[in-house]
């Protein structure tokens, strides 16, 4: 019973961070993740991850817009590092991870999610190019 009340105080949440999404996805024009990388793959990742967490999205999705970027000549540690962050950060739903399991531990999940989603980007690189 608990749970169900849990659920429906955070329903509103959802519901808002559900629209916002959308409205995100919809705003961004698909091209601009092509102009706003540069050839600096550090610099490529951090904006890759910020853009990704910013525009987050499903797992579903991601493939069609990883194939699109590289179709583009986006650098794959960029494709990397925003469909990691895509997926897995999510500013749009900090609010609800906020009422859901507090502060604290969704901003530091958010953050060490970020710094991991790089990480990850680089090492998928690394590991692609020695196979």
Not at 91 to 109: D, N
């Amino acid at each position: 019973m608990q749970t169900f009340g849990a659920i429906k105080m955070s329903f509103p949440t959802l519901i808002g961070i559900l629209l916002l999404t959308s409205f995100i996805i919809t705003v961004i024009p698909k091209d601009l993740y092509v102009r706003v990388f540069t050839n600096n793959h550090f610099i490529d990742a951090f904006f890759g991850a910020v853009i990704g967490s910013v525009s987050a999205g499903s797992p579903i999705t991601s493939y069609v817009i990883a194939g699109e970027l590289s179709a583009r000549g986006v650098g794959m540690v960029v494709i990397v590092a925003f469909l990691v962050t895509w997926v897995t950060v999510g500013i749009v739903q900090l609010p609800a991870e906020i009422v859901m399991l507090g502060k604290r531990f969704a901003i530091v999940r958010t953050i060490v999610g970020f710094v991991s989603a790089i990480i990850i980007a680089f090492l998928t690189v690394i590991t692609l190019t020695l196979i």
